[in-house]
């Protein structure tokens, strides 16, 4: 994840003056927290927004997936309930599914994945209802370095890539997890991502990032540890989602979830 960030020097600055110049009372909040600019800020970031009630009551999950890329109906519900485990949102969860024209271009780099979502995301923050974006493509990351992450990113505040080939690759047969068990596993570490996990927007608790692989949990049996979203996740991957360690459950109720 640490690569994928759109981080640039003015994004960095407006996000520090957003925080530090803007003075806020509930309503103004809830505008300025709403529509495409509040979708355009790093991982983290809405962390809280997520998690808890206080500006945002209610959440909508837009997916939108390439032809050919359906969600698997357990990774549809894993999300749903991951999302109702963790965040308070009493005005309830609500998922709009699209699909996209399957696009075949092999290779998606960071600049593509963020025209896609330019072109096809319909739902951004609203009054008090926030929205994420999880988006499948029939590729692979375009890889700009020794990047690790392969099969899904979280690459901003609410926006998660799941790179849909890699999933069908890695998984079926024997020794490989189930489809829908891999692709949940990795929609939900980056939705963890979105949370704030590890120390990317939401505090720790007791320390436990993986000093390593930063961002991440340091227990391997956590759904935050770092190889689930590589492809390395088969030295340990067994036919069941991995569930968030205490750590990381600490970590969210004390960024307001529950
Ligand atoms: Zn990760
Ligand atoms: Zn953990």
């Not at 519900?77 to 998922?95: C, D, H, N, Q, R």
């Not at 992450?149 to 999933?167: C, D, E, K």
Request: net charge negative; charged share 25%; glycine share 8%.
């Amino acid at each position: 994840m640490k690569r994928f960030y759109f981080k640039t020097l003015v994004f960095t600055c407006m996000t520090l003056c957003f925080y530090s110049c803007v003075e806020t009372t509930p309503e103004n909040k809830v505008d300025l927290y709403s529509g495409v600019g509040a979708a355009r800020w790093d991982v983290g970031k809405s962390a809280n927004f997520l998690l808890s009630d206080e500006l945002f009551t209610a959440l909508e999950l837009e997916l939108v997936y390439m032809e050919g890329y359906k969600p698997t109906v357990k990774m549809v519900e894993s999300m749903i309930s991951f999302l109702g485990k963790y965040a308070f949102k009493p005005e309830g969860i609500t998922v709009i599914e699209k699909e996209i024209p399957a696009m075949d271009k092999g290779e998606y780099t960071t600049e593509e994945i963020a025209k896609i979502e330019e072109d096809y995301r319909q739902h951004y923050n609203a009054g008090k209802t926030l929205s994420v974006f999880l988006l499948v493509v029939d590729g692979d990351f375009k890889k700009n370095d020794e990047s690790t992450f392969t099969i899904g990113a979280a690459y901003r505040n609410t926006s998660i890539v799941l790179f849909g080939n890699r999933i069908e690759e890695n998984s079926g047969g024997f020794i490989k997890p189930s489809k829908e068990t891999l692709e949940t596993t990795v929609a939900l570490h980056e939705l963890g991502h979105l949370m704030g996990l590890v120390n990317v927007g939401t505090d720790m608790v007791v320390p436990h990032e993986d000093q390593e692989n930063e961002n991440h949990c340091d227990n391997e049996d956590c759904l935050m540890y770092w190889a689930i979203e590589t492809k390395s996740i088969f030295n340990y991957m067994r036919q069941t989602v991995p569930t968030l360690d205490d750590n990381c459950e600490m970590d969210l109720r004390g960024n307001g979830g529950r």
